[in-house]
């Protein structure tokens, strides 16, 4: 009999849903949803009624096509108030051959609580004697064994909130995940991944830089540089409406279109006539442009200065402007690819671009345990706190 779970992103431009099945131990997306965020910034809560209600349209579009009513999810936050540290703990083996037990021992990884935060724990790598890098280190000889993890960390004060939303809700809140652990389990794991990667997530608000270099996290990095700033841009200069904006910046506005045709605009006014004006797109295109520079130019000198070749891959809606990639190589000599969710993931086909990639990775993370490994999974009381440590030993 297939079971069912499901994942909600809180995004400060949208709310996404998806619900998957799982039978003998294959997974698929059965249900998506996706609705405009409202009374949500993106850190703050500016309406509490109309950010409960974009949430449950999410939830219901997801809900008519999976023919499932969500009970309990796992909720992905996105936004700048996660912090994402590495943790180090050594196991003395004096020369002896690592064995499972012995991964069992040292995932035992205790750090310091605080009733403030919110943890999850997920297995990076292991070091062999501070020197070799392995996935699995079973049946190697070493005198000392260390294992590198992810600590994702959240205010407890959002948890709190989002806890009391879902309640609401009757909805069950499982655990939090990020997108940064997500992203980098998910790249490190993909067949055809490249060793050295800067990931580029452009999001609405934010952009989420991710450095893997020789298959290790090496780099995070937000930028408070989102494409909103974009549509803001062309909302204070031709005094349109922000949602006019958002439709201009990926449906009209070409990075490559030289031909400079007219675009009508409708004027916003709070009192009077609906009123209209042409606009040139090079005008349109210049106000992109000029924004896009800023951006990935701040973007660039914040990465690590090294001698490392990186592959660049970009994601996130920011990503789906009309020929940005012969934007970003004439302007700054690199090529660049874009990651998307598989065509075939089961992501309705009008959902499925770089904008629900996120959240896709959240779903991989959570459904590609290997068989052969165990999973560790330890409940922590911490103050008056129920703190859940999500441990994917020897995940990678």
Known sequence: MDSYKSIIEIGSFSIKTIIYSELNQEFSIIGTGKTRSRGYTGEEIEN?????DSIKNSIVQAEKQANYIIRDTYILITN????????????NLNGAIVEKNDLRKISKIKIPKDENYHYNLYTSHYKIDDKLI???????NCNKLS????VSIFDIKQINLLNNIFQKLQIKILNFLDSTTSYYFYLKNKPKTKTNVVLIDYGFNNINII???????????????GSKKISNDLVNIHNISFDFAEKLKISTIDLS???????????????????????GHDNLKEITLDRLDETFELVLKSLPKDKTFYSYIFTGGGSKLKNFYNYFRAKFGYDIQF????????ITKVLNDASIMSLYSSFWLLTNKSSKNDEFTQKIDSFSNKIWYKRFVDLL
């Open 257 to 279: 279109d030289t031909r400079n045709s007219i675009v009508e605009i409708p004027i916003w006014e709070e009192f009077g006539d609906n009123k209209k004006k042409n606009v």
């Open 211 to 225: 450095v893997i270099k020789n298959k290790i996290l090496h780099f995070i990095k937000k930028i408070p540089q």
């Open 147 to 150: 294992i590198i993890s992810l």
């Open 339 to 346: 990651l998307e969710p598989p065509k075939t993931c089961g």
């Open 80 to 91: 700048q108030s996660v912090q994402i540290k590495k943790t180090q703990k050594d196991l």
């Open 48 to 52: 509490f009624d109309d950010f409960i």
């Open 134 to 140: 392995t996935d699995n280190p079973i049946g190697l």
